[in-house]
C-alpha cells in the first residue's frame, strides 16, 4: 500500500528554521513530480513548493528565497528546508505525489499525506 509519511514539523520562533521530509513508500517505480502544500486555518489549501523528476522547481511567491524544496528520487524522499520563518508560515503542511506508478501496475494521479503541524511564534 502506497504511503506518504510527512516528518519535521513542529514548533519554531519566528526567524528560525524547520526541515521537512515526506518519504513515499509501497512498491513505488516513479514518482512524477513531488510538493508540499499548506493550509492554515480557516484557508484553502495552497501550493508551497514543488519538485519535477527532472529537478526542475516552483515556490509560492510568499515563500521564495527562504524555503528550498529538495528530492532523492532513489529515496522517493522529498525535502523542504524553511528558512527565516514568519507567523503566517504557521500551517497544516501536506506531501504530494503527482503521478505516481508503483512496481505492481497501479497508478495515482494525486496522493496526498496526512500533514505536519508546523507553528511559527515567539
Known amino acids: 500500500q502506497v504511503q506518504l509519511v510527512e516528518s519535521g514539523g513542529g514548533l519554531v520562533q519566528p526567524g528560525g528554521s524547520l526541515r521537512l521530509s515526506c518519504a513515499a513508500s509501497?512498491?513505488?517505480?516513479?514518482?512524477?513530480?513531488m510538493g508540499w502544500y499548506r493550509q492554515a486555518p480557516g484557508k484553502q489549501r495552497e501550493l508551497v513548493a514543488g519538485?519535477?523528476?527532472?529537478?526542475?522547481?516552483n515556490y509560492a511567491d510568499s515563500v521564495k528565497g527562504r524555503f528550498t524544496i529538495s528530492r532523492d528520487n532513489a529515496k522517493n524522499t522529498v525535502y523542504l528546508q524553511m528558512n527565516s520563518l514568519k507567523p503566517e508560515d504557521t500551517a497544516v503542511y501536506y506531501c504530494?505525489?503527482?503521478?505516481?506508478?508503483?512496481?505492481?501496475?497501479?497508478?495515482?494521479?494525486?496522493?496526498w499525506g496526512h500533514g505536519t503541524q508546523v507553528t511559527v511564534s515567539s
Open positions: 504530494n505525489a503527482d503521478q505516481l506508478w508503483t512496481y505492481s501496475g497501479s497508478y495515482y494521479q494525486n496522493y
Open positions: 519538485i519535477a523528476s527532472g529537478g526542475s522547481t
Open positions: 509501497g512498491n513505488i517505480l516513479k514518482i512524477a513530480a
